[in-house]
């Protein structure tokens, strides 16, 4: 799985997303799709994300972050 398979259905995007890009340079990260992400990283790793994990996603780099911490690494 990639970083772009897992969050351009959400941000219903095919434009490549970038480690930098955050919810001020993409604009369809919205509220909505900030909850569709944490619901998402959820069952995709089968944990519930803690208060300071789903504060903390503020970038792609950090959801990338939060699934290598959680075993997942996205090619």
Partial sequence: MTIDQLLQPILKT???LRT???PQTR???DSFAHVNIIATLEDTLG???N???VVSLTSVADVIAICKA???NLA
């Fill in 14 to 16: 095919k434009e490549p």
């Fill in 20 to 22: 930098d890009d955050t």
């Fill in 27 to 29: 604009p369809e990260w």
């Fill in 47 to 49: 944990v519930e994300l």
């Fill in 51 to 53: 208060t300071t994990e």
């Fill in 70 to 72: 959680h075993g997942l």
